[in-house]
């Protein structure tokens, strides 16, 4: 699972590449996929992923309840634009602050707990999130989800873009996600970064070292509900609605597939994982309508047999070769 | 007036209380044992239920499907432990939650091909389907008494088991320290194949005593998961005592903010796990921090 690194400052050339890589292969991404919208879910639920591998592959923490930090970047944006007419800048900017204080708040209940326990805390706490916006139903709309924040252009100083075109509107969340991959990137490459990684490796050791190791955890957690939040207030945008669904256990659940099927503790892996699994759901759901059939089975058989994911194993595989 | 409203309300929370006390123990049994979180407990306890719909439209006998649904649904927790999850000890606990997660997604799509995606009426059993009075305090339905008497008595049964038997004897040493265990010369394996199916039979239990209760739908599952993990939380891993008392403490909480805030009821048992936590990580009857 782990990729071992010599020296926490000085990145290797494919942690140096790894940024413009995925940039690259975005860039191009609306020509590849089947379809505009795939396109766009593969950025938005690529950072999602990326964003619970944050705390799941780095610091080895397993949440299954990150879809309140996807909500709530979402119903943050979503609101701010809907209720209060902020502008798009200004409302991504809440969404991310609001997931980003529900992340502190969460985190700080939940990291008192360990292992198994931290999993069904964070699922709890995120299912309260749920039946707390669920009963809200003059903030969030509650049941048919949160309507009436159709952005169709964006002021940026002079310019006014058309965000109602599928291409601008693909490059503008482009813009976002790629400043964030990089940002992230940047940080796992700090001090930062490889102290949760030997939080991750040995606890115990961290903390004798003089790491403080639940400030570490804190850290992580609500770096990990910012990077969700932003791919929640893109979604917001994007859809011009809030589904309830977002704040639902089965999107928890997504962002843990995705990054197991990709690969997590691998910086591409989630982004791959979650290519593969929006591939999955667009093909197979063309002719039944199970496909979640096929997606758990294939879960399934990738916990099994294929415990690093596909990007993992390939990494995995050419570390094998060099060596 | 008043008072015959709560001790009616209080009866509803324990019958409530009873199915939580089954599922999250059946849940702590596979975790004391196994390691495992089965993250498919819902899933199992939502075959339960269905599995009683088949039996009852197949028979008519309500009788026959309380003794047969946990036995089939037992047999198919033996299917997945040997299938499934006996390739993954060794791996860290992760790996086992994370196959039971999509496992989950599989039982209840399977389901819904078989039964369709709406909801299914469950009768209550003729025989239960009356009331009874409690000494002037209330009319109460019989089939909830049913619920608590039955959980009484396999929770006693399922005491019995553990800490009067030699199996009882074998499935407590194995939590301590199965490497032990497998030198002494005890199959561990198949001790970790009964229990599993012992829970997954307690969950199917708990599913077909719920459906007459609670609505029978593919994602009843979903919610439960979450009550038994709350359950589990409050009242500490691994200890049974821990998770009948905070079924019944959950189960009544969220009976009495129903009566009197009615829109806190589903709120109520997060709050109250919050409260616990922030006081006891440990759950009010854990051992110190599991890890």
């Known amino acids: ?323 | 007036m008043e008072i015959d409203l709560i001790a009616v309300q209080l009866f509803t929370g324990v019958a409530l209380g009873a199915v939580f006390v089954l599922l999250s123990t059946g849940l702590s049994i596979i975790f004391g044992m196994l390691g495992v979180v089965n993250f498919a407990h819902g899933a199992f306890y939502m075959t339960g239920a269905y599995a009683g719909v088949f039996f009852l439209a197949l028979t008519g006998n309500f009788w026959l499907a309380l003794a047969a649904v946990p036995l089939l649904i037992g047999a198919l927790g033996l299917g997945v432990e040997r299938l499934l999850i006996r390739p993954l000890y060794g791996r860290g606990p992760d790996y086992p939650l994370l196959l039971t997660f999509g496992l989950g997604y599989v039982l209840v799509e399977i389901v819904r091909i078989l039964f369709g995606t709406d909801g299914v009426p469950f009768e209550t059993p003729a025989l239960l389907s009356g009331g009874i009075d409690l000494g002037g305090l209330g009319y109460f339905p019989a089939y909830r008494l049913f619920v608590i008497a039955v959980t009484a008595v396999i929770l006693l049964l399922l005491w019995l088991l553990l800490a009067r038997t030699r199996y009882g004897l074998i499935i407590r040493a194995g939590a301590r320290d199965p490497e032990i265990l497998s030198i002494l010369g005890i199959d561990i394996a198949r001790v970790w194949l009964l229990v599993f199916g012992l829970g997954t039979g307690l969950a199917a239990l708990a599913g077909l005593l719920a459906a007459p209760m609670r609505s029978v739908n593919p994602e009843m599952g979903v919610a439960v998961l979450v009550e038994a993990f709350v359950v589990t939380v409050i009242g500490g891993m691994g200890s049974l005592l821990g998770g009948a008392i905070a079924g019944m403490l959950v189960g009544i909480v969220v009976s009495l903010t129903a009566l009197w805030m009615p829109e806190m009821s589903t709120i109520s048992m997060f709050a109250l796990m919050t409260l616990v936590l922030l006081i006891r990580p440990q759950g009010l009857f854990g051992r110190g921090l599991a890890r």
């Open chain 1, 1 to 323: 699972m782990t990729s071992a690194r010599s020296e926490a400052h000085e990145p290797t050339r494919a942690q140096r590449w790894r940024v413009p890589l995925v940039a690259a292969v975005l860039a191009v991404l609306p020509w590849i996929a089947p379809s505009q919208a795939l396109a766009v879910n593969i950025l938005i639920y690529g950072l999602y992923a990326t964003g619970f591998n944050l705390l799941f592959g780095y610091m080895g923490l397993l949440s299954f309840g990150h879809a309140a930090f996807l909500g709530a970047g979402a119903y943050g944006a979503g609101i701010a634009l809907a209720r209060f007419g902020v502008g798009w800048f200004g409302a991504i900017a809440i969404g991310v602050a609001a997931s980003g204080l529900l992340a502190v708040l969460i985190g700080a209940l939940s990291i008192r707990s360990r292992g198994i326990y931290f999993s069904m805390v964070t699922l709890a706490l995120a299912q309260l999130v749920y039946y707390v916006a669920f009963q809200a139903e003059s903030w969030t709309g509650g049941e048919n989800g949160l309507r009436g924040l159709t952005v169709s252009s964006l002021r940026i100083g002079p310019l006014s873009l058309n965000f109602l075109d599928p291409t601008i509107k693909y490059y503008v969340i482009f813009g976002f996600v790629t400043a964030a991959l990089w940002a992230i990137s940047r940080l796992l490459n700090s001090p930062f970064g490889a102290t949760i990684e030997a939080i991750r490796e040995n606890e115990g050791r961290a903390q004798a070292c003089g790491y403080d190791v639940r400030r570490m955890k804190l850290m992580a957690f609500t770096l990990s509900g910012l990077v969700c939040g932003l791919a929640g207030a893109l979604d917001a945008l994007h859809l011009s609605i809030v589904p309830i669904d977002t704040l639902y256990y089965q999107t928890s659940g997504l962002a843990v597939m995705m990054a197991l099927l990709g690969g997590a503790g691998t910086f591409l892996g989630p982004f791959v994982g979650a290519a593969i699994f929006l591939l999955i759901e667009d093909s197979f759901s063309l002719w039944t309508s199970h496909w979640q059939l096929f997606v758990g089975a294939i879960f399934i058989l990738a916990v099994l047999f294929l415990p690093r994911g596909a990007w993992g194993t390939l990494v995995a595989w050419r570390a094998d070769r060099r060596a």
